[in-house]
Every structure is written in structure tokens, then in C-alpha cells.
């Protein structure tokens, strides 16, 4: 396909207005196959103003007169507005931003033509790599194993190649308890809590049904984590949908594991939202914090009514009722909503970060999210083909990932010098997730990326962010290394909106850019006179 | 003499610990897993509860209410009339001024080696602001408070009134608050000048002085058309204020002057509010509709209306449109915090510590905001409707500009919780009594030890590692709801799930920061000093003086 086809104007004059605290810009207006460039005249080449189309998740038009206005309601919750001379020219430019930013075929997307400067094709994929994390644990507990029954993605097309099951379970029981869980997701490790002996896993429901079927190798595989942890060992199942809603998806051929098979499991539900409903708490806070016009007394109960900040409270204390499992309670965790796609990794990711050191590192986050999100088969193009702007009506778009990085950053908050990444790294995250110059977030499964190519034919996010030039947006120069679980408070009054991402486009970023790079100035001061330079990324915790 | 006050022994049902008045004036309960440090000054109301027939746990004690958003219940045995000692003796003491007995702060022998009555000089702040000037003179025509009886001795108006036209605008403003300057912009001169509300009445009475001395304050800039003036209240309040005497400035009376309402509400609403606030942070927090509760205690609402005030006249006066003139009803409390973050925005100095410390003194103390009376120091009367918590509510205000701008403040959130706890505890006179003639008969100076003594001897504590000194930035904070934020450290800080998120951890790492960054500048000096022997080649190492040169001048 030529995306020529779809530019139905090369060039107009315009004038871009970016909100209240840039000033406009004016100049030539022009599309390209993955851009929207405004050049702002010969004299200053270094002004070009560029706008991947990928994130542009609305636009509206208007034409008055011989000229028109063009609204652009970005991804990451920028608004633009366009100016634009003829009304012609308006509306083909309109016609074809709407046209190329919905393009679905992934392979024309614009990280397969991305090449920067500085960065070669195939570094920085081997960065994160799951089978890492998983060697190592097998190798610290003897009672796990790396498995590659997923080879070839047909035990489960949502599972990477690699996973980490019991010892004593084989690949022929792993295939059998695969076909009694929604898509194939059996149990896996997702965690392995070493003071404690204890692990996480996560897969999806069971398929008992109506007929309450049970699965004997299913069966099997969690009574074998049980005793690989210490004998006696008792194990929780945190269900992330309420019991009601369970056992309503026997109907529909899932259900819950029943109490008799699994004996030494005990089952906890803790309803998290999804789906839908997740998103339209996500576009009601949107629209409450763009809501510029809106009288403010009523601030407080809107933003409340949104429900947002509620869902973020049930995910961390849901994250923390699996770590307390786990740490205090010396109990296996297996978290599991339905597909376990979603919020079961959103619970998972979470209680890492409470528990264990090593993921709250620059490297080692990036390794949490590569291997809990990317890898563990979360469905980035589905959840992030639209943001909180689209008119279409939801088809599978969720703000599952945000959420999550909105919790990270309410853990930061708490704890200011455990995380080694700052927010800026958050930012960066949920910017790539749902559009981006490179591939690391694109397809919704590592089947689809290997059979995209995107490894070799597309630049890593990993590499792209651990360029030198971009530490000091990402690192927190505060951290020390806490070697302690980092317990949140999920009191409301503990809880924040997140300013930086939710109004970052209202609020004079001055101040807050001023005191971080105040706080960089003292810690680079202080590693100057330390003579050593600031570490770039930390060494791999993998190898 | 203040050991006489005695230890007071007493067994607490279940942990049998003691609970004594030490010569201190506080509460102090010693346990293993509990210390309680309570001032005595920041009890407002003692109540028992239970009687002899009371059954069950805890239900036999006594309630203490405390100023500074807590409670106290002590479960006490019934035999052996502890409780009745009990409270006669916290009684007395908490309540001295109905017992003939006086505040703490006078028995109080603490020494520092700074005084902290040295901080304030009005002469020197008015010299620092480049005052007198052509247009503005100091005059002595209140050194034996004659002319107002709740204004500082010294006051600064303009050249061309003299005594006689002061006296007969005073007769003219509520309590004789004339008109009088409260900063000066140092470039385009414009002022702040604040005062009362004029006595305007039913009746509409007008008064030639008081119309020409506003326009004499006018005509201090000569380029300038109208005097601008900001009362502080609602429209409809200070129309209601005419029914007892009062009034605003009418536009017939006043050509060359333009009146806006601010909308900030009486000292009434204010207290109201706050026992809102306590009601969902205390004991328990309110948990199920955590914001809209806040919400409906409306303490945010008044913050932003505070704040969005201040911003006017700060941009009124910065913009060098005109100068600013402000009141409310009486002159001390709307118009003090209207004043003080005002000139917090302009002037920078005010936000080191020693510059807020003088701001507090001058806008503040000696202004006659009515400490005594707002916060009841040794007073038992706890339902006194004077009592409201103005002052509270512009440290609010300012660590709500100092979360916005965390760089721009030399003093840190402990400074400002200290400022709170001490505005309670009356170990220090800096707070007592409700204006400067009422402190000079009492000789409060000589008697008392300064709270700036406390803090000025141990300066570090209270410091932001990240403080930049700027020169001539004006801060305009965001006074949206959007951006305004329930001071948690502060009104939630009793609550122990709250207390383990308090910042200590940061702290100490800004702290260890800060030493390394002196230690940093030493050796940085040694470089440049090893350096200029071999200029000639510069570009050498990566930490050569031209590229560390802005980290140095940019230094605290």
C-alpha cells in the first residue's frame, strides 16, 4: 500500500496553538506517511515541528470564512489546534490524518521505517529477555524448570517461547493443563519471593463450565508448587473478579477452580475493574481535567465520581494482599481473572515492585515490564488503539498499563528514593504504549511480534531510553537502594491524582522541571567529586 | 519556680504508667511503645467522661481536646479520686488567665544563643524596602499608640499627609486603621498599603480626608489613574457591614479609585471549616468518599480563594498598573494574609527564613492580627467565637506555594509545622497577646524568649537543601483546585498510618546531598586554583572550570 494514496494535500500554511503555556507556532503545514510536520520558514530549520500521526487520537474540524480549525486530541492527552488558510486545504489534511492515523496493519507502521542516529537495528532486544529471569530462578530453587513447550506458540499463542513451570510436572501435562484454562494459559511462575521461599504464578480461569469439570494435571501442576515450596506449604488463589462474577463465567464455559481439587489452595476475591468500565473512568478523569470552564467547587467530587483513583486503590491493595501472602503469610500466590491478560498482570507487576529490590532499578523495572507486561502477552494494540479522546465506541481498549504506571508512581510518591527510574520514565512508558517510534509495545503477543519480525526490523524502546542523553528525564536522582518491601498506604488520603501525567498539559511545567533538575545538579555535583561518572544503566541483576 | 508545678503522678487503666505535668508545661506520657508530648498551651477544653456508675472499658476518664486537630481520651481508674486531681491540675495549668496564674512563656528560662527579638527591626525593614523615599515618610505619630491602639508605633504614609490629616482619616476607619504602606515595589514604586474598612454606614457619610489621602496615595505615581482597591470580603458582607457603622469605598466618593470584591469569608466560616476537616481526619479517617468530604468541609475552596487574592494584588502591583489598597472589616486578619503572601510573591527576601520570620512580625504581629483572642492562649473559654484559625490557614497557604515552587523557599515543611505547633504551646511570646502596645505593657521582649531564638540557633534543621536564591521572580502559584492539595503532613499527621509516610528518609538524603555539595565546592575551588596555572590548555578534562563555572554561581 502507498500511503501517497491517502495524502490527499502536500502542504497548506498554518498556525499551530499548543495550550496555554507554548507559544503558537506558524508556518507550512505538511503530511507524510507517518507525520505531521510544520516547518516554520527557511530561517530557522531547527523549529520543525513534528507529530507521529499514530498518536493522534482524535481530530475534529471546522471551516469559516476561507480558512479552518483543525482540533487534534493526541494519545497522551495533549490537545493541538491548527489553524489552517483555505478551507480546501483543511479538509483534505483532515481527511488524510484521519486516514493515516488509524492505519491497522502493524508492519507499516512507522518503527519499521524508524532508523535514528546512533542506534543499530537488533540492540537492546537481548536486553530483558524473560528466560534470564526464569534461568536464574530455576537455577536458585531446583524445584522449577524452564520449559519449551510453547515453542512454536501452540500450547498458548499468548505465552512467550519460555516459561518457567514446576520440575515435576512435564510438557505433556503442561499441553493438558493448558486445554482446561481460558487461551491455553496455564499456571506459570511469575515470581519467586527468595526470603521467603514462596512464588507467584498467574494464569487465566478455568474452564470447569457448567459441568464443573476438573482437570487432574492441572490439578497436579499446583499441588507440585505446593510441596516445591516447603512441605505443608499453603497456597492462595486471588481471583480478580468477585465470586458472583466467577461463578457466572461457569455459563460461559469458565469458572473457578473448586475447592475440593485443589486441596491446600484457598480462594480470595478481589474484584478489580476492566475493560469497559476502566476505560470510561479513564476518559471521565480526562475529560474532568480538561474541563477548563467548569466551575471548580465541584472539583473534588468530580474527581472522585471518576472512580479513577478507586481503581487504583484496588489494585495496589489487591498487589499488596499477594505480598503479604507471600512475605508474611509464607503462602504461594496464583493470581487469575479471566483471561489473565489484564489485571492479573497488573496484580502481579505490582507485588514485585513491593516486594523485591531488583525491580524497582532502572534495568530492573525495565525487565518487570519487558517480561510481566510485553512478554506475559499483554494485548498492547487492542488496549492502546485508542486513548481517552476517540468517539468510536470501545471495542477491547483498556487503560490496564496505565493504570499500572500510575500505581508505580504512587509507590514513588511513598517512597521517593526506592525507585531508580523517576516519573519521567513513567511518562515515557505510557507516550510509547500507545504510540511510538519504536517496536518494543507494538502487536498484542510475542506470536505476532515474531511474525511481524519486529526484533529485527524495528529499534527497542530499551535502547532508545538508555542513550545517555535521556537519563535525566528517567532516572530519580534521589534513590538509594532499599533492600526492604516497600508497603504503600492505600488510605484515600494517601492516594493522589497524578498531576504530571493527567494535567501535564494545563499546568506551567516550569517549577517542577526546575526543582528536578535542581536536585540532578546536586547529585551529578556530588558524583563529580566522587570522580566517577554517573552510571548509565545498572548492570543486568539477571546474569 | 516552675517545678512547683509539681509532678503529677497517676495510673492509666491497663498500662500503669505515669502521666506527669513536668517543668516543662507539657504532658508527657512515657511507655514502651508510647510517648506522648503534649504542651499544656494546646489544650482547649478538658472535659470527664463516665461518672461512678460507668461500666466498661474505657469509659471513665477524661476527654482533652486539643488546638492542633487531635483529641486525647485518658481511661482512668475509678478509685482513689485520681481523675478529680487530674483535673484540677491540667485545669489550672492549661488554663492559667482563669486561675491568676501566668502563660508558660513567662516562666519559661530556656536559653539560646541567638535572640530572636533582634530579628525584626521596622526601621531597617522599611530601610531594606528603600524607605522614606521622596514620596513616603516614617512617621512616630503612634509611639504611645495614640492613634491606634492596635498598630505598631511605627508606621510609614505618605509625604504629603501630615499628622493632623492622619488623625482625621482615623476617625474615618474602623478602629482608627488608617491607611498604611506595607511594601513598595522597588522598581516601579507602586505600593501595598493596607488598612480598615471606612466607616461609611447606613447613611452613606462620606469623609473629604479620607478621600484626598487615598488620592494622595494615588498620586505617589504620578503615571497612574486610579488607586485600585481590594476588600477582602463578599460583596454582600461588606454591604451588611454598613448596618453596624462600616462600609466599602463608593465609587461617588471615590473618582480616582476602582473597588473589587475578593469573596474570602469571616473568621466564622473559617473556624467552622476547620472543625469540618478535623471531623474527617480525627480519630478516623473518613475512607469512603475521601474527596467529596473534603470537599464539603470547603477548607480547599477558602484556600483558593485566599491564594486568588493574593495573586491579584501581587499582579496588580508587579505589572505596575497601580498601587493596591486593602482591607476587609476590622484589618487583621483577611487583610493580613491578603498582605503577607502577597508581598511573599514580590520580594523574594521574605522567603528565606529570616525574611519570613520578619513578614510574620511585621504583617502579622505587629499589625495586631489578634493572636490572643483567635487562638485563646490560657484561655478555657474553647467556644469563644473569636477563635478562628486565620493564621493556620495562611501557613496553609504557603506550603501550598512552597509544594508549587520547591525550589524558591529557603525554609522546608518542618519550619512551617513548627510555626504551627508553637503559635499553640505559648513556650515562646512571639504569639502572645493581640497587638504590639498590649506586648510592650506586658514587656513581653524582656520576659520572654523569642520562637525565632529556637530556630534561628539551629537554622539547619529547617533548611531546603534545594533553595535557589532569586532575585526579583515573582511566583504566581496555580490556585486551581486542580493544584490545590490537603496539607496531609499537617492536619493527618496524628494518624499512624499517615505518620510512616512522612518524609524523614528524604530529609536525611537531601541532608547527606548537602554535604556533599559543599564538599563538592571546596574541591571544585582547589581545581580551579590547580587549574589557572596551566590555562593554556583548557579543554583537558571534562570537569574544566568553564563547564563547572554555572554550577557555582547558581549555588544556594
Known amino acids: 500500500m502507498e500511503f501517497s494514496e491517502l495524502i ?9 496553538l499548543r495550550g496555554p503555556e507554548a507559544p503558537p507556532l506558524r508556518g507550512t503545514l505538511c503530511v507524510t506517511g507517518h507525520h505531521l510536520l510544520l516547518s516554520p520558514g527557511p530561517q530557522a530549520t531547527s523549529d520543525l515541528w513534528l507529530l507521529l500521526l499514530r498518536s493522534v487520537d482524535s481530530i475534529e474540524k471546522r471551516v469559516a470564512g476561507d480558512s479552518g480549525t483543525i482540533t487534534l486530541r493526541c494519545k497522551d492527552l495533549r490537545v493541538l489546534q491548527l489553524d489552517i ?7 483534505d489534511i483532515a481527511r488524510s490524518i484521519e486516514a493515516l492515523s488509524s492505519l491497522e496493519s502493524v508492519i507499516t507502521s512507522f518503527p519499521f521505517f524508524y532508523r535514528p542516529k546512533g542506534l543499530r537495528l537488533g540492540d537492546a532486544w537481548h536486553f530483558h529477555p524473560p528466560e534470564h529471569y526464569y534461568k536464574r530462578v530455576a537455577r536458585e530453587t531446583n524445584a522449577w ?10 500450547v498458548c499463542p499468548s505465552y512467550p517461547r519460555a516459561v518457567i513451570v514446576p520440575r515435576a510436572v512435564d510438557d505433556d501435562a503442561l499441553k493438558r493443563s493448558a486445554r482446561f484454562r481460558q487461551g491455553g494459559r496455564f499456571p506459570v511462575l511469575s515470581y519467586h519471593h527468595a526470603p521467603s521461599g514462596t512464588v507467584l504464578l498467574r494464569s487465566s480461569q478455568p474452564l470447569t463450565g457448567p459441568q464443573k469439570r476438573r482437570c487432574a494435571e492441572d490439578e497436579e501442576m499446583l499441588r507440585a508448587v505446593l510441596a516445591g515450596a516447603r512441605p505443608g506449604a499453603r497456597g492462595f488463589i486471588v481471583d480478580t473478579r468477585s465470586s458472583q462474577t466467577a461463578k457466572q463465567a461457569r455459563m460461559t464455559g469458565g469458572g473457578t477452580e473448586a475447592k475440593a481439587a485443589y486441596p491446600g489452595w484457598k480462594r480470595l476475591h478481589r474484584p478489580l475493574e476492566r475493560g469497559r468500565p476502566l476505560q470510561e473512568s479513564f476518559v471521565r478523569l480526562v475529560e474532568a481535567c480538561g474541563d477548563l470552564e467548569q466551575s471548580m467547587d465541584r472539583w473534588l467530587s468530580r474527581l472522585e465520581g471518576c472512580r479513577w483513583l478507586a481503581h487504583v486503590k484496588e489494585a495496589l491493595s489487591t498487589a499488596c494482599l499477594a505480598a503479604q501472602g507471600m512475605e508474611r503469610e509464607g503462602a504461594c500466590i496464583l493470581v487469575h481473572g479471566a483471561e489473565g491478560t489484564d489485571s492479573t498482570l497488573l496484580v502481579t507487576s505490582l507485588a514485585q515492585l513491593i516486594l523485591d529490590p531488583l525491580s524497582r532499578t532502572m534495568a530492573g523495572f525495565q525487565e518487570l515490564v519487558e517480561r510481566e507486561w510485553i512478554q506475559a502477552g499483554h494485548p498492547f494494540q487492542l488496549r492502546c488503539a485508542h486513548s481517552a479522546f476517540s468517539h468510536a465506541r470501545p471495542k477491547h481498549e483498556a487503560p490496564t498499563f496505565l493504570l499500572f504506571l500510575d ?17 519521567g520514565l513513567l511518562l515515557a512508558l505510557f507516550e510509547h504504549a500507545y504510540a511510538s517510534p519504536f517496536g518494543t509495545f507494538l502487536c498484542n503477543s510475542e506470536k505476532e511480534r515474531c511474525l511481524c519480525e519486529v526484533r529485527t526490523r524495528t529499534h527497542s524502546l530499551w535502547s532508545g531510553l538508555n542513550q545517555p542523553k535521556e537519563q535525566r528525564k528517567v532516572r530519580n536522582p534521589l534513590y538509594v537502594l532499599n533492600p526492604l518491601a516497600i508497603w504503600p498506604s492505600v488510605e484515600p488520603q494517601s492516594l493522589r491524582l497524578w498531576q504530571g501525567l493527567f494535567l501535564r498539559w494545563t499546568r506551567p511545567p516550569e517549577p517542577s522541571e526546575v526543582a528536578w533538575e535542581k536536585v540532578w545538579q546536586i547529585v551529578t555535583d556530588k558524583e563529580k567529586t566522587e570522580g566517577s561518572q554517573p552510571t548509565v544503566s545498572a548492570p543486568e541483576p539477571q546474569s | 519556680m516552675s517545678l ?37 498551651g494546646v489544650i482547649s477544653r478538658i472535659e470527664k467522661m463516665g461518672g461512678a456508675t460507668s461500666r466498661g472499658e474505657n469509659s471513665y476518664g477524661l476527654d482533652i481536646t486539643c488546638k492542633d486537630m487531635r483529641n486525647l481520651r485518658f481511661a482512668l481508674k475509678q478509685e482513689g479520686h485520681s481523675r478529680r486531681d487530674m483535673f484540677e491540675i491540667l485545669t489550672r495549668y492549661a488554663f492559667p488567665l ?25 526601621v531597617e525593614e522599611y530601610r531594606r524596602q528603600g524607605l522614606p523615599n521622596h514620596h513616603w515618610r516614617i512617621t512616630f505619630i503612634n509611639k504611645f499608640y495614640e492613634l491606634c491602639d492596635t498598630y505598631p508605633a511605627l508606621l510609614v504614609v505618605p509625604y504629603r499627609a501630615s499628622d493632623d490629616d492622619l488623625r482625621r482619616v482615623a476617625t474615618f476607619r474602623s478602629r482608627n486603621r488608617i491607611p498604611v504602606l506595607s511594601w513598595i515595589h522597588p522598581e516601579n514604586k507602586t505600593v501595598i498599603v493596607r488598612c480598615s474598612q471606612p466607616l461609611v454606614g447606613m447613611s452613606g457619610k462620606r469623609n473629604k480626608d479620607d478621600e484626598k489621602y487615598l488620592d494622595i496615595i494615588r498620586e505617589t505615581n504620578k503615571q497612574i489613574s486610579k488607586l485600585t482597591i481590594y476588600d477582602a470580603r463578599p460583596n454582600v458582607n461588606a454591604v451588611a457591614n454598613k448596618a453596624t457603622g462600616g462600609g466599602y469605598e463608593s465609587d461617588d466618593a471615590y473618582h480616582n479609585a476602582e473597588l473589587f470584591f475578593l469573596d474570602i469569608h469571616n473568621i466564622h466560616v473559617m473556624r467552622e471549616s476547620l472543625k469540618k476537616v478535623k471531623d474527617i481526619v480525627y480519630p478516623n479517617v473518613e475512607e ?10 470547603h477548607w480547599l475552596e477558602h484556600i483558593k480563594l485566599v491564594l486568588t487574592g493574593a495573586i491579584q494584588v501581587a499582579d496588580r502591583v508587579s505589572s505596575g498598573k497601580s498601587s493596591v489598597l486593602v482591607h476587609c472589616s476590622d484589618g487583621w486578619d483577611r487583610t493580613a494574609q491578603l498582605t503577607s503572601l502577597a508581598m511573599l510573591m514580590l520580594d523574594s527576601f521574605y522567603r528565606s527564613i529570616e525574611g519570613f520570620e520578619i513578614l510574620v512580625q511585621k504583617e502579622w504581629i505587629s499589625f495586631g492580627h489578634k493572636f490572643a483572642s483567635r487562638i485563646g492562649h490560657g484561655d478555657k473559654n474553647h467556644a469563644d467565637a473569636d477563635r478562628s484559625p486565620i493564621f493556620l490557614q495562611f501557613i496553609d497557604c504557603v506550603w501550598q506555594m512552597s509544594k508549587q515552587f520547591p525550589t524558591a523557599f529557603e525554609f522546608n515543611e518542618r519550619f512551617l509545622i513548627t510555626i504551627l505547633d508553637h503559635l499553640y504551646s505559648c513556650r515562646f511570646g512571639t504569639f502572645l497577646y493581640n497587638c504590639e502596645s498590649a506586648r510592650e505593657r506586658q514587656k513581653v521582649t524582656e520576659r520572654t524568649v523569642s520562637l525565632w531564638s529556637l530556630i534561628n540557633s539551629n537554622k539547619d534543621k529547617f533548611k531546603n537543601p534545594f533553595y535557589t536564591k532569586e532575585i526579583n521572580r515573582v511566583l504566581y502559584p496555580v490556585a486551581s483546585m486542580r493544584h490545590l492539595e490537603l496539607w496531609v503532613n499537617y492536619y493527618i499527621r496524628w494518624n499512624p498510618r499517615i505518620k510512616q509516610q512522612q518524609p524523614n528518609p528524604v530529609e536525611q538524603r537531601y541532608v547527606e546531598l548537602l554535604a556533599l555539595r559543599d564538599e563538592y565546592i571546596k ?34
Open chain 1, 85 to 91: 488558510e483555505g478551507v480546501e486545504a483543511t479538509l
Open chain 1, 145 to 154: 524448570r524452564l520449559s519449551e513447550v510453547n515453542e512454536d506458540f501452540s
Open chain 2, 98 to 122: 482563669a486561675h491568676s496564674l501566668p502563660i508558660f512563656a513567662f516562666l519559661n528560662e530556656e536559653k539560646f544563643n541567638v535572640d530572636g527579638w533582634m530579628v525584626y527591626n521596622p
Open chain 2, 288 to 297: 469512603s468518599h475521601w474527596l467529596s468530604s473534603l470537599e464539603s468541609t
Open chain 2, 523 to 556: 574541591r571544585l575551588e582547589e581545581l580551579q586554583l590547580a587549574n589557572s596555572a596551566k590555562l593554556s590548555d583548557p579543554s583537558t578534562s571534562p570537569s574544566s572550570p568553564s563547564q563547572m563555572m554555572p554550577h557555582v554561581q547558581t549555588h544556594f
Open chain 1, 8 to 16: 490527499r494535500t502536500g502542504r497548506a500554511q498554518a498556525e499551530l
Open chain 1, 407 to 423: 500505581c508505580v508512581w504512587q509507590l514513588g510518591r511513598q517512597f521517593p528514593l526506592s525507585l531508580e527510574f523517576g516519573e
Open chain 2, 4 to 40: 512547683l508545678r509539681g509532678v503529677l503522678g497517676m495510673e492509666l487503666i491497663g498500662i500503669s504508667v505515669k502521666l506527669f505535668l513536668n517543668f516543662q508545661e507539657k504532658l508527657v506520657l512515657l511507655d514502651s511503645a508510647l510517648i506522648l508530648d503534649v504542651p499544656l
